[in-house]
């Protein structure tokens, strides 16, 4: 489920005069294109953030991404693992 945040801010006049523009060339409300604006510096920054990490530090958070996707009512007996483990 999404929460929404609503949040007042104040902008700059050119900028509005700029998001307006974009808007229009893009088709889009300005409000649409000031979430997929922050969507993509926050991927973005994300990214960067990603690629400073040393290849053990990605091997971690890839290990954690495969974790929260398994399917938490799966279960595998202690046995099962000791034999995958051994081949």
């Known amino acids: 489920m999404e929460h929404h945040v609503k949040k007042l801010i104040e902008v700059d006049k050119s900028l509005v005069v ?15 294109l000031m979430e997929k604006a922050v969507v993509e510096y926050v991927k973005n ?13 990605k091997e971690d958070l890839g290990l954690l991404l495969l974790m929260q ?19």
């Open 45 to 57: 920054k994300e990214l960067e953030r990603f690629e400073k990490l040393s290849e053990e530090e």
């Open 18 to 32: 700029k998001l307006k523009v974009l808007s229009a060339f893009e088709n889009m409300s300005v409000k649409a």
């Open 69 to 87: 996707q398994a399917d938490k009512e799966d279960f595998v007996s202690e046995d099962d693992v000791f034999k995958i483990l051994d081949e």
